[in-house]
């Protein structure tokens, strides 16, 4: 699945009760399924499903509350479509149950580190796990973060992290890792992190980005307005592949697959 392509986009569906004006359930359900669908057609080669809100501030959803908005998902999108889902928790039940639903991948903004039974599950799926550095978590994570060097720190973090999984019986060559773009980061943070991807390379395992809409880009473009993120989200993107990333979690598919095509074959011309 991931291992066959050189890159890949992720599209993101959150199944979260904000991402929806109508409170029907199935009325969210045809909404997530329609969006679904758009994103395989668009050329997703993988669907991120979340039900718990990572942004900061956040506050921390109940395990049941998660667990009743992605399996309906998950059960419906891996029914109809051939693209493969990804479940984005940090909970370890929510997992379970969202790889018996048909999920093949686990994204943990925690690393195995929110959930003490994650590992276990992850290790017995033999399914790819994205390990994402996040500096403290969610509610205070962008309350003023400091490193002495974010790069370095990221990398030793990514070390201790990788050693942590395989210690619990995940397979390395199921690892992804991402540098978690806006978690626990400055402006300047996540500039330094994507100018300085190829630093990753010597780990010699998937990189996984996600940068679609994310404040750093309304920082640098003065674009207040989520929606109006999407040319720096493609700039950032073109430019993290050639640093080495090959996964990339947008919320707009269509678009970031088409620049990232041309990025592609730009770069296989190069003499
Ligand atoms: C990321 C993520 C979010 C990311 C990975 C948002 C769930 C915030 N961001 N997972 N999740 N990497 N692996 O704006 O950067 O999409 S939520």
Not at 24 to 31: D, H, I, K, N, T
Not at 58 to 67: R, T
Not at 69 to 76: H, N
Request: aromatic letters at 4%; charged letters at 20%.
């Amino acid at each position: 699945m991931l291992a066959s392509r050189p890159w890949l986009v992720m599209g993101i569906l959150n199944v979260t009760p904000d991402s929806f004006h109508d409170g029907g359930r199935y009325a969210s359900l045809e909404a997530a399924m329609a969006q679904a669908r758009a994103m395989a057609a668009d050329g997703a080669g993988i669907i991120d499903i979340g039900g718990e809100s990572t942004r900061p501030g956040a506050a921390a959803v109940d395990v049941d509350d998660e667990i009743k908005r992605v399996i309906p998902a998950i059960e419906a999108v891996a029914a109809e479509l051939e693209t493969p889902v990804s479940i984005d928790t940090s909970k370890a039940k929510v997992a379970a149950q969202a790889l018996k639903a048909g999920a093949v991948m686990i994204n943990d903004v925690t690393a195995l580190r929110g959930d003490p039974r994650m590992a276990a599950i992850a290790a017995e799926a033999g399914c790819p796990v994205c390990l994402m550095h996040m500096l403290g978590e969610p509610r205070t994570m962008q309350d003023n973060p400091l490193y002495e060097d974010v790069v370095v720190q990221i990398e030793e973090f990514f070390q201790e992290r990788i050693s942590f999984a395989v210690s619990q019986g995940i397979k390395r060559e199921n690892i992804i890792l991402d540098p978690g773009i806006g978690f626990g980061k400055t402006v300047e943070h996540n500039l330094t992190i994507l100018g300085n991807l190829d630093e990753f390379a010597a780990l010699a395992l998937p990189l996984m980005i996600g940068v679609s809409r994310k404040r750093f880009i309304g920082a640098v473009a003065g674009e207040n307005d989520t929606a109006g993120r999407l040319p720096g989200t493609i700039a950032a993107n073109v430019l993290a592949r050639a640093g080495g990333a090959g996964i990339f979690r947008v919320h707009d598919v269509a678009e970031n697959v088409q620049a990232l095509k041309v990025a592609e074959a730009i770069k296989k011309s190069h003499l």
